[in-house]
């Protein structure tokens, strides 16, 4: 008995020694790096890891991305319709579409005033007669859809804008039901929502205030204290709509309402329909706000979540910081991608002057970057930077982010596993064997007693060590599945969006094809003239008749490139948005009225001025047409006197015994009938200036501009006007004057592109 006993506990013995011996064993084997491997330095390296800007800065489809969104736009859409959408609760406006003052709704909204109308909604300041309070009601009527018939009804202009008015339609009911579910006090309040008069309304609370747009109008720039009182309820509110899988999608100064009594934010203006609706029709330039919406928000189908928010959010931050809207991002993306320059906007440690915490501005630069994957991901994550005092108490949400896997990294993984399996092994087999032979040679009854306790002690760590690796092995096993399934979806992502920007440039191409009508938004939120693009061509130049005068001849073939001319003389209303703009005189307009009649009474050189602040707004390249431009744009292929024949007809153009209805002064632009090309006024109207010097006879200078603009040479004019007879609106007349000079008669239009 007693010699069993000892046999059993000797093999004991032996197996807690054999385990010893083993995780020591594999434990060297490792420390050895018999592959020279470092786990450490090959995860830090970042193998997959993808910068969105630098894959736009090497041009894989050599993009213009400035252009997308217009250019889209352009194509699916005949008219340009400027996008206004906003909500005063205080301000009153003017609207023909909408109901009349003191029109009851449903028998308990009476209409009282507009507070606000946008291209998608009309949003009215109402009585509710039940209640006895003031409501406000946002009607869904997208204008480029619908028309209000005579009484109270909505009415789709045609058969396919009833069919996008009711998928519109739905999804502003679905918008209307999302935040109905909202009881968030830095959230709009929607009391009511439901159909009615062939469309839908929401019912939500009004409150008297002021956008922060208009608070910070008098004062450029707020305290961060005061911006310390704003944050944790504006980022209470947009981790809420986070949480309920919504997004705000139009986050700007408009959209943020002050209450009167403690000047506590709210979020309004929800962006969703108008979004949708924008995607509906291929056209992202009319449902974001210049300066605010981040890259993805320009894409048709953009990855866009939480951090799309927090662009946004931060583009206001950086407005109240700074007292300067944040460039817009397409710009920031052409500037670095196709001029090869440093971002164009200033990080908002600069632009705000340091009059701020370094934590608040690192914290608005942060969620102003370009590529979405380099901002915060989530507005908890966001907050712990910008509120570190005061985000616990936001109860928001941190989410773990993580980065894809190699290849490489999973195959070293598992051969790390293999070669543990086979150390395991090895070591029991020979470790096994040498440790009982040495334990059967020394056995005693005090070693049995000393040696169990601590064998045993040492077995029991050595097993929750390999529980310990087996669990850190079936860990590493999920992340590897999660890590390459996330690859995965990126790759996808990745090619989706190769496809996506090949289907666009097909669209920019398309876009300046001839007869097609381009116009370039401008910075301060108005829009540029009408361009039409002209075919490339060549044309005989000069009095082909030969019954004008001296000064046209000889006639010669000219050779023009293709280019952009105004659809129309510049009017009124785009020289007055200059003028204001630069604080420049406006010019008379002899009492005819201005708006849209051609701009007169402006020098060569106010023409001038005009192009070069055009240019600058926009980015593009306006100036004034040579005379080589203009009589090919006049003529348009043909080789009469007119462009409409040999002999003039009856109110066909403006000019005197021309039989026009306007008599002696100017008429809007566009009341008569276009040239082949499309374009209006090409004969009478006002003659215009161009950018080429006058010779009595045709020597090459027609074909250019004048390289000095401060010479005294005389300037050609073109076109004929209203006080001339029909022979001096004919497609070759021409005559000169001084540069300075100012005529009720004379006016210009220009083209786009470089000489």
């Excluded at 153009?653 to 090409?682: I, Q, R, Y």
């Amino acid at each position: 008995m007693n010699g069993s006993k000892i046999t059993i506990e000797m093999c004991y013995i032996q197996l807690l020694l054999f385990g010893v011996q083993t995780f020591r064993f594999v434990t060297k084997f490792l420390e050895s790096k018999p592959l020279d491997l470092d786990v450490t330095k090959f995860l830090e390296s970042k193998p997959l890891d993808l910068d969105v800007t630098k894959f736009l800065e090497s041009k894989p489809l050599d993009l213009d991305v400035t252009n997308l969104c217009l250019s889209t736009y352009l194509i699916f859409h005949s008219q340009f319709t400027i996008h206004n959408s906003q909500f005063i609760m205080t301000v009153a406006t003017k609207n023909n579409n909408a109901l009349s003052k003191g029109y009851q709704l449903l028998q308990q909204y009476r209409i009282q005033s507009i507070l606000g109308d946008g291209e998608f909604d009309i949003t009215y300041l109402a009585q509710d007669i039940e209640l006895n309070i003031e409501v406000a009601i946002k009607e869904y009527f997208p204008q480029i859809l619908v028309v209000r018939e005579s009484g109270d009804y909505v009415q789709p202009k045609s058969q396919p804008d009833e069919k996008n008015f009711a998928w519109g339609l739905e999804r502003f009911i679905q918008e209307g039901q999302t935040l109905a579910t909202f009881a968030h006090p830095n959230i709009v309040r929607v009391l009511r929502y439901f159909k009615a008069n062939h469309t839908a309304y929401i019912i939500m609370e009004h409150e008297r205030g002021q956008t922060l747009l208009n608070f910070l109008k008098n004062r450029g720039t707020i305290t961060e204290n005061f911006i310390m009182t704003l944050l944790p309820p504006l980022l209470s509110g947009l981790q809420a709509i986070h949480e309920a899988g919504f997004l705000h999608h139009d986050i700007n100064p408009k959209s943020i309402y002050l209450r009167d009594k403690d000047h506590t934010p709210i979020l309004l203006d929800f962006g969703a329909t108008r979004h949708a609706l924008g995607d509906l029709f291929r056209n992202c330039q009319t449902v974001v706000t210049n300066g605010y919406a981040p890259f993805e928000q320009y894409q048709i189908k953009g990855p866009q979540g939480p951090w799309t928010d927090i662009y946004a959010l931060g583009a206001v931050l950086y407005r109240v910081v700074s007292g300067k809207i944040p460039v817009n991002v397409l710009d920031r993306i052409n500037a670095i991608k196709r001029r090869k320059e440093n971002d164009p906007l200033v990080p908002a440690r600069k632009a705000s002057n340091h009059k701020y915490s370094k934590r608040l501005l690192k914290g608005i630069d942060w969620a102003l970057q370009i590529a979405e994957e380099d901002r915060p991901q989530t507005v908890s994550l966001w907050a712990t930077a910008l509120l570190p005092r005061y985000h616990k108490q936001l109860k928001l949400i941190k989410l773990p982010k993580f980065s894809p896997p190699s290849n490489k990294q999973k195959n070293w993984l598992v051969l790390a596993g293999v070669i543990l399996v086979i150390g395991l092994n090895i070591g029991y087999i020979f470790y096994s064997e040498q440790r009982l032979t040495q334990l059967q040679r020394q056995q005693t009854d005090k070693l049995q007693q000393t040696a169990a306790v601590t064998l045993q002690q040492s077995f029991a760590k050595i097993q929750q060590q390999l529980e310990n690796t087996r669990q850190l092995n079936l860990t590493q096993q999920q992340q590897l599945i999660q890590l390459q399934s996330e690859h995965t979806r990126l790759q996808q992502n990745l090619n989706l969006t190769h496809k996506e920007l090949e289907h666009s440039q097909k669209f920019i191409k398309k876009a300046k094809q001839p007869g097609n009508i381009v116009i370039d938004y401008l910075q301060n939120g108005g829009y540029g003239p009408e361009m039409v693009w002209l075919p490339a061509g060549q044309f005989l130049m000069g009095d082909i008749q030969n019954d004008g005068s001296r000064n046209e001849q000889p006639i010669h073939w000219v050779s023009l490139a293709r280019f952009a001319i105004g659809r129309y003389e510049v009017t009124f209303a785009e020289y007055d948005n200059f003028a204001e703009a630069t604080g420049r005189k406006k010019p008379a307009d002899n009492g005819w009225g201005r708006g849209k009649r051609p701009v007169i009474n402006v020098s060569w050189y106010d023409a001038i001025a005009y192009a070069q602040w055009l240019s600058q707004q926009t980015g593009q390249q306006y100036r004034l047409p040579t005379e080589a431009e203009w009589e090919y744009a006049a003529r348009a292929f043909t080789k009469t006197r007119y462009w409409w024949g040999n002999e003039m007809s009856f109110n066909i153009a403006h000019c005197e015994n021309c039989g026009s209805e306007w008599g002696k002064k100017t008429a809007p632009v566009g009341s008569f009938t276009a040239n082949p090309f499309g374009l209006h006024d090409m004969a009478g109207n006002v003659r215009e200036w161009t950018c080429s010097k006058y010779e009595e006879k045709y020597d090459g200078k027609e074909q250019h501009c004048l390289s000095r603009q401060n010479s005294e040479s005389y300037r050609v004019k073109r076109g004929g006007s209203w006080n001339n007879l029909p022979k001096h609106i004919r497609v070759s007349s021409r005559n000169g004057s001084h540069p300075q000079s100012r005529y009720i008669n004379v006016g210009f239009r220009l083209v786009k592109g470089d000489l």
